[in-house]
């Protein structure tokens, strides 16, 4: 079987230094050792992605290398009995794409405990459709209900809001019942953020205006923010009392040029997100809203499938601030 031959795309160094990215042919004996075998259906396009594939040392530490935070496909062999031949699973954070190689290849080899069963009332694709942004969204939200933020309690903000995250936030805060204001620096998708169901639009220049003063007039019950630095520090300074902030994402910077103020004077609790290493049960029961009173099928509208040949445009853009919505990867078979 180690003889199957198989496409993946491969981030890898130049004599210069530079890092470049190709399609290339590997057998199974280029994966990493693992419990389980698996055949990719369809991966998805994350920031960490981008970066990895650009050769950001932070993320991977060792190239060539094949990036992919997320994969869904079928189980092709296993040692373990926890899982069968024909087993549809979803591989969401761990190590997978960082320093193992990730879904970016038509086979992974993962631990069988990095595996989740997909969910009834999810299709691989939907899986993928949502992936690692998906997830880390709705783990957001559940920050935002278990920290007693209700509908009731006022408007929630989120930030980065044509990103993956952002645009999913958006959809399921409406779902439960939210009022949403949608930040971003692209204005000219105002439509498309009323559409995905934001009560409101706001420029991301008009909102840093007031960044330099310690603390700001209460607008926000809670926040999603996905992009860190002067973005995340302003919304903070604008949360009123015993509000609370999710935090998930550095796409702007991450560093938080912050003062103790919102904390001391109002109560407001900052919420650090982190999908790679969600506890099982908790990452179980979140796929499982997911699937079932938190299924989203107007996801599928945010969503372009690509080919693994078309990642580099697409890897570019998202690295610009260019992207908006989801990038579904369509592995397609083996040769």
Known sequence: MNELHFNALVAFEDQNGVFHRAIRQQTLADLPAGEVLIKVKYSSLNYKDALSATGNRGVTKAYPHTPGIDAAG???????????????????????????SG??????????????????????????????????????????????????NGMVLVT???????????????????????????????QFLLDLGAQAVLDRNQFLGHKDRPLLPTQWAGVIDAVGGEVLATAVKGTGFNGVVT???????????LNVYPFILRGVHLLGIY?????????????????????????????????????????????AGNSKGRCVVDLGDTE
């Not at 079928?74 to 960082?98: F, H, K, R």
């Not at 086979?107 to 069988?112: D, L, N, Q, V």
């Not at 935090?247 to 040029?257: H, M, T, Y």
Request: net charge negative; charged share 15%; with cysteine.
């Open 74 to 100: 079928v189980v092709v062999a296993s040692s373990n009995p926890q899982w069968q031949c024909g087993d549809e699973v979803i591989c969401t954070g761990y190590d997978l794409g960082m320093n193992t």
């Open 103 to 152: 879904g970016f290849g038509q086979y992974i080899r993962t631990p069988a405990h990095w595996l989740v069963k997909k969910p009834v009332g999810l299709s691989l694709l939907e899986a993928m459709q949502l992936g690692t942004a998906g997830f880390t969204a709705a783990l957001s939200v559940l920050g935002l209900q278990n920290n007693g933020v209700a509908p009731e």
């Open 160 to 190: 980065g809001a044509t990103g993956g995250v952002g645009t999913i936030a958006v959809m399921l805060l409406r779902k439960l019942g939210y009022a949403v204001t949608a930040l971003t620096g692209k204005m000219s998708e105002q």
């Open 247 to 257: 935090s998930c994402g550095n796409a702007a910077s991450g560093d938080l040029p």
């Open 275 to 319: 999908s790679a290493n969600c506890p099982m049960e908790k990452r179980l029961a979140v796929w499982g809203k997911l699937a079932q009173e938190w299924k989203l099928p107007e996801v599928s509208s945010l969503c372009r499938m690509v080919t693994l040949d078309e990642l580099e445009t697409e890897i570019f853009a998202m690295l």
